[in-house]
């Protein structure tokens, strides 16, 4: 197609993402309080277990709960419309690849999102019980120290923070075998460097999880382990996505 009618095509993309991403934070606005108590849910549940029979968290200036639901609207319409969006780049560039080069692309088209829902599912249904326990734990009842005591108040915006943040470092880290074996597919790494470099992988793994997640040994284990295993898993995967040698008579 002529220049212009690409424009006119990336200007037609480019409006459907945005329109699907203010649709998506209109609906996620008017649900950010659930889905805030969604995310809260873990460390309501640890509250409870340490005697908080009405768990609360709180927050101190005017704003920041008007602030924190926009954010939850935010980050929950990035979730929701990155299909939209995702689809939309997609069609927008499929016209100008090979057969071949789309066969090649798409598997990790789709593997990328899953992986990451995958590492959010991980951080919020396993990480946050074990590391909200263990961090709650510093608290101390009324009486413990002379008569003081030091409660667990959360504030709505540093939790949210905390979470969220939580969450992007598992998702990101998660779309490791995407990215090797990626490198792999295009030759900047091949699968005997990736076994030959087992030894160091581990070393930097656990560097990153330290670097991504908070200075708990809970979570920087429970990132850790994972991208050992999806280490292993991506030297599989780059194996058998590896061209196949051709016989020569």
């Not at 608290?139 to 413990?144: D, K, L, N, S, V």
Request: proline content about 7%; glycine content about 6%.
């Amino acid at each position: 197609m002529p220049l212009m009618d690409h424009l006119r095509e990336l200007r037609q993309r480019l409006l459907w993402s945005v329109a699907a991403f203010f649709i998506a934070f209109a609906g996620c606005y008017y649900f950010a309080e659930p889905i805030y108590f969604f995310l809260a849910e873990p460390l309501i549940k640890v509250m409870r277990e340490l005697g908080h029979s009405n768990p609360r968290l709180i927050f101190t200036h005017l704003l920041e709960a008007f602030v924190t639901y926009l954010k939850v609207a935010f980050f929950g319409a990035i979730f929701l419309s990155f299909p939209v969006w995702a689809s939309q780049l997609w069609l927008f560039v499929a016209p100008g690849l090979y057969r071949s080069e789309k066969r090649a692309i798409l598997p990790f088209l789709v593997a990328s999102p899953f992986l990451f829902l995958l590492g959010a599912a991980l951080a919020y249904y396993f990480i946050f019980p074990l590391a909200w326990r263990f961090l709650a734990g510093f608290a101390t009842p009324p009486g413990g120290w002379d008569g003081a005591s030091v409660d667990l108040l959360p504030k709505v915006s540093e939790y949210l923070s905390l979470v969220m943040h939580m969450i992007l470092a598992f998702g990101l880290a998660f779309q490791l075998p995407v990215l090797l074996t990626l490198l792999c597919k295009v030759g900047i790494l091949n699968v005997d460097s990736l076994r030959k470099g087992r030894r160091y992988a581990v070393v930097i793994m656990f560097v990153v999880a330290a670097v991504l997640t908070p200075p708990d040994i809970i979570s920087q284990i429970g990132l850790a382990v994972p991208l050992i295993a999806l280490y292993e898993v991506s030297i599989l995967a780059a194996r058998w996505m590896a061209p196949k040698p051709t016989d020569e008579s």
